[in-house]
């Protein structure tokens, strides 16, 4: 049976959109597709979406790897061959502590899980800790945060935070100052995005405010009407926010010194497991 026009136009500028930047998330996906004008914003039209996708991976029209389901992983015992076949995966896991070397300190913190995938991949060369709260982060996450960054103002610390534009979205930076400063600990905490100056300059497709949030009523006579998810920010562009927020405020040339002395270390490793072995 053949597809219908407009479904082959919504895979087409799906794969268009996943050549940018993958892997994504459909929901990911749906929002770059409502923000191009090929699908509308509604439950009816994400659900039609998410089935074009997987139509479209069992045609190999789309590779399967480059959309991502970042809820439902399975939890793997990691087993090797051998101690040398150890070694290689150990030395490539070890990561020596930067913070002792580069000065200062931050994290970042992210609302949405789903997009934990491209904050991995950017944060991992920076060794700078991810925080996902999916939404608002329990009290225990609170306190560990505060263990982390220390007492008083952090030493100049700060968190780097992403979220929604919404009345949620705005609210839970305040929150998180607040809680944080409960446990005696006040980071600078920089809303990075998602920022009502985005969603005008890319254009990103809005949801209308939750009437049930009993935030609503001071963002709405603050911004209007209008909410709009982080997920709808084209991946290139968050990826290049949050590589331009960390490059500005660490000290790069110290945590290059670090990986120095860390490849000379990991060589040290594997030598040593593989002399075990033989």
């Known amino acids: 049976m053949a597809r219908h026009a407009k479904t082959d136009n919504l895979i087409k500028t799906a794969h268009e959109v996943l050549e940018q930047g993958h892997p994504m998330t459909v929901r990911q996906v749906y929002y770059q597709l409502v923000s191009r004008q090929v699908t509308e ?32 992983r399975p939890r793997c015992v990691n087993t090797w061959d051998s101690l040398s076949d150890f070694a290689i995966d150990a030395a490539a896991s070890y990561r020596r502590d930067a ?23 950017v944060l991992e060369t920076y ?28 030493g100049g610390a700060a968190i780097l935070y992403f979220g929604d534009f ?7 930076v305040e929150s998180l100052k607040k809680r944080l400063a409960f446990f005696g600990c006040k980071p600078e905490v920089v809303k990075c995005a998602l920022t009502y100056e ?35 920010l084209p991946a290139d562009v968050l990826r290049d926010r949050l590589v331009a927020e960390v490059e500005q405020r660490m000290d790069l ?14 060589a040290k490793l594997v030598e040593a497991l593989s002399r075990i072995d033989q």
């Not at 913190?109 to 997009?115: H, N, Q, R, T, Y």
């Not at 060794?127 to 007492?151: C, E, K, M, Q």
Request: hydrophobic share 35%; no cysteine.
């Open 41 to 72: 914003n509604n439950l009816g039209r994400y659900k039609a979406v998410s089935n074009a996708l997987v139509a479209a991976r069992q045609e190999g029209l789309i590779p399967w790897e480059w959309i991502e389901d970042r809820l439902r």
């Open 99 to 121: 913070w002792w070397h580069v000065p200062g300190y931050f994290e970042t913190w992210l609302e949405k899980d789903a997009l934990s995938g491209i904050f991995e991949d």
């Open 127 to 154: 060794r700078v800790t991810l925080n996902v709260g999916r939404g608002y982060d329990g009290w225990d996450s609170i306190r560990n945060a505060a263990r982390r960054i220390g007492p008083g103002d952090g």
């Open 166 to 172: 919404d009345p949620s979205g705005d609210d839970m």
């Open 198 to 232: 985005d969603i005008e300059r890319y254009q990103l497709p809005p949801n209308l405010t939750k009437k049930t949030d009993s935030r609503s009523a001071a963002f709405v006579k603050k911004y209007g009407d209008v909410a709009v998810e982080l997920d709808a």
């Open 253 to 266: 040339d110290a945590l290059a010194e670090v990986k120095k002395i860390e490849a000379a270390e990991r």
